[in-house]
């Protein structure tokens, strides 16, 4: 499985995005799907993430609860990410992965989000 982030660029802060990530090839019962993003020199922060058959279950991080909404597609083999109300702080480089409830076992190659103050 190979996903494809996309969406990353330079937003002014009170701004939106929406990444998106394209899983292809078969999924095969992962069904979590996520957000985490790095700075550079920072621990990994893990942003967000969707689970669940039905993708009803939700998780954020509190750094970005209220402002931030995760959500799939029925095929589950594309997830979004649309961030509302931007910070200086969200500037990083976000990948998107997917895995099972156990394990995450795979990751995107990362988009870059530059939010300038």
């Known amino acids: 499985v190979q996903l494809q982030a996309s969406g990353g660029g330079l937003v002014q802060a009170g701004g939106s995005l929406r990444l998106s990530c394209v899983a292809s090839?078969?999924?095969?019962?992962?069904?979590?799907m996520g957000w985490f993003r790095q700075v550079p020199g920072q621990e990994r922060e893990s942003v967000a993430e969707?689970?669940?058959?039905?993708?009803?279950?939700?998780s954020y991080a509190d750094s970005v609860k209220g402002r931030f909404t995760i959500s799939r597609n029925s095929a589950r083999n594309t997830w979004w990410l649309q961030m509302n109300s931007l910070k200086p702080e969200d500037t990083a480089v976000y990948y998107c992965?997917?895995?099972?409830?156990?394990?995450?076992?795979?990751w995107g190659q990362g988009t870059l989000v530059t939010v300038s103050s």
């Open positions: 090839g078969p999924t095969n019962g992962n069904y979590r």
């Open positions: 969707i689970f669940g058959w039905n993708g009803d279950r939700t």
């Open positions: 992965r997917l895995g099972s409830p156990a394990q995450w076992n795979y």
